[in-house]
């Protein structure tokens, strides 16, 4: 069996008009690399999330990270900085990674 590495899936719900800020806050925290989901719809306690007339400006993205728990750790420390005039979620979950290097 192959040996896999703990590691830490941090996923970040925002405006597209913020997804560049929450970019930035990964790569600063030492990120290596993301994935980048567009048009993300659903419901909060707002109600439905389908985006706006723009929707590639309104619309919601999702960003997945996988991070060391030290990345994780200086990722969630600067999060509330992303939510202070949009919405949006960071959900962290445990995870295996089977090539360590590559996070």
């Known amino acids: 069996m192959a040996t896999l590495y703990p590691k830490k899936r941090i996923e970040i ?3 597209q008009i913020r ?3 929450a970019i930035e806050m990964l790569e ?3 990120a290596k690399g993301y994935t980048i989901l567009r048009k993300v719809s659903g419901k909060d306690n707002r109600g ?3 985006g706006g007339p723009l929707p590639y400006i309104f619309g919601n993205v999702m960003i997945i990270a996988i991070v060391s728990d030290h990345m994780a750790t200086k990722i ?3 999060a509330h900085l992303l939510f202070e005039d949009v919405a949006g979620i960071v959900a962290v979950s445990d ?3 089977l090539r360590s290097e590559h996070f």
Do not use: H, P
């Open 13 to 15: 719900v925002i405006e």
């Open 19 to 21: 997804a560049n800020d």
């Open 28 to 30: 600063n925290a030492g």
């Open 48 to 50: 439905i999330r389908v």
């Open 76 to 78: 969630l420390n600067n």
């Open 95 to 97: 995870m295996q990674a």
